[in-house]
């Protein structure tokens, strides 16, 4: 009588295969998570850009005295800003209303009275392990971003 079932080298073999495999994947597959961040992110900040851009024409053409500025500190996307806080406010509208924009952002103002350049991230302080976002010109590498950057830095 023959006995049926694998024998302790067939096992060892396969875990051994499959032990590889996941090896392989596991980084592939972490690269195509940081890229589709990196990609959001970068959405983000074309919300924002396109945002503060339209808001500021909208209150130009309605008459309002609108000073083009750049904003001198990171806004926080996370909470509703007070309503006196007008470009906040917008942005936080529409990243809310995208989804997953809860973070922060940033934009330089231009000399023309368009805005030049908005940058979106999930954490108030970037570094090399955040995935910071801009527009325009955005990244679609993530081996293209620095290993140190800064707000309002075009990377």
């Known amino acids: 009588m023959s006995k049926k079932g694998f024998t302790l080298v067939e096992l060892v073999v396969v875990?051994?295969?499959?032990?590889?495999?996941?090896?392989?994947?596991?980084?592939?597959?972490?690269?195509?998570?940081?890229?589709?961040?990196?990609?959001?992110?970068?959405?983000?900040?074309?919300?924002?850009?396109?945002?503060?851009?339209?808001?500021?024409?909208d209150m130009q053409a309605n008459g309002e005295d609108y000073n083009v500025v750049s904003c001198t500190a990171v806004v926080d996307c996370t909470q509703k800003p007070n309503a006196s806080k007008v470009l906040e406010c917008e942005v936080y509208n529409a990243l809310s209303e995208n989804g997953d924009g809860a973070g922060y952002a940033f934009w330089v103002a231009g000399e023309d009275g368009r805005y030049k350049l908005a940058q979106w991230c999930s954490t108030n302080n970037p570094t090399s392990a955040s995935v910071v976002g801009q527009y325009p010109d955005p990244k679609s590498n993530i081996e293209d971003l620095p290993d140190v950057y800064s707000w309002g830095t075009k990377f």
């Open 15 to 57: 875990i051994a295969i499959i032990g590889v495999l996941v090896a392989i994947l596991i980084p592939t597959l972490m690269n195509y998570v940081r890229k589709a961040k990196l990609k959001s992110a970068n959405h983000n900040a074309k919300v924002v850009f396109n945002t503060v851009n339209a808001a500021v024409t």
